[in-house]
Nanobody, 114 residues
């Protein structure tokens, strides 16, 4: 079973950029579909961006054109977030999925504020 750990959150001003990383261990990384989800205060967790084991990507409409998800061949998934908005403030969670089984990280907080 794969374990995932997020890093890279923090405080950024509107219009700024952050890069989140997710490191996976304990499993065969390349066979997992990976994703970033976020949960804002008082709201449900929602899909932000996903990337399949084959490299196909999917984005929430709210982040299209601003966020980019990518993965390397070893164990890391990255979410590049540009032109951040206050409504992007949330805890961001990394997910590794295979055969419908989800493996979640503990999350990293992103705060967009002036």
């Amino acid at each position: 079973q794969v374990q995932v750990v997020e890093s890279g959150g923090g405080l950024v001003q509107p219009g700024g950029a952050l890069r989140l990383s997710c490191s996976a261990s304990g499993g065969i990384f390349r066979i997992y579909d990976m994703g970033w989800y976020r949960q804002a205060p008082g709201k449900q967790r929602e899909l932000t961006a996903t990337i399949t084991s084959g490299g196909s990507t999917n984005y929430a409409d709210s982040v299209k054109g601003r966020f980019t998800i990518s993965r390397d061949a070893t164990n890391t998934v990255t979410l590049q977030m540009n032109n951040l908005k206050p409504e992007d403030t949330a805890v961001y969670y990394c997910n590794a999925r295979r055969f419908g089984v989800d493996n979640w990280g503990k999350g990293t907080l992103v705060t967009v504020s002036s």
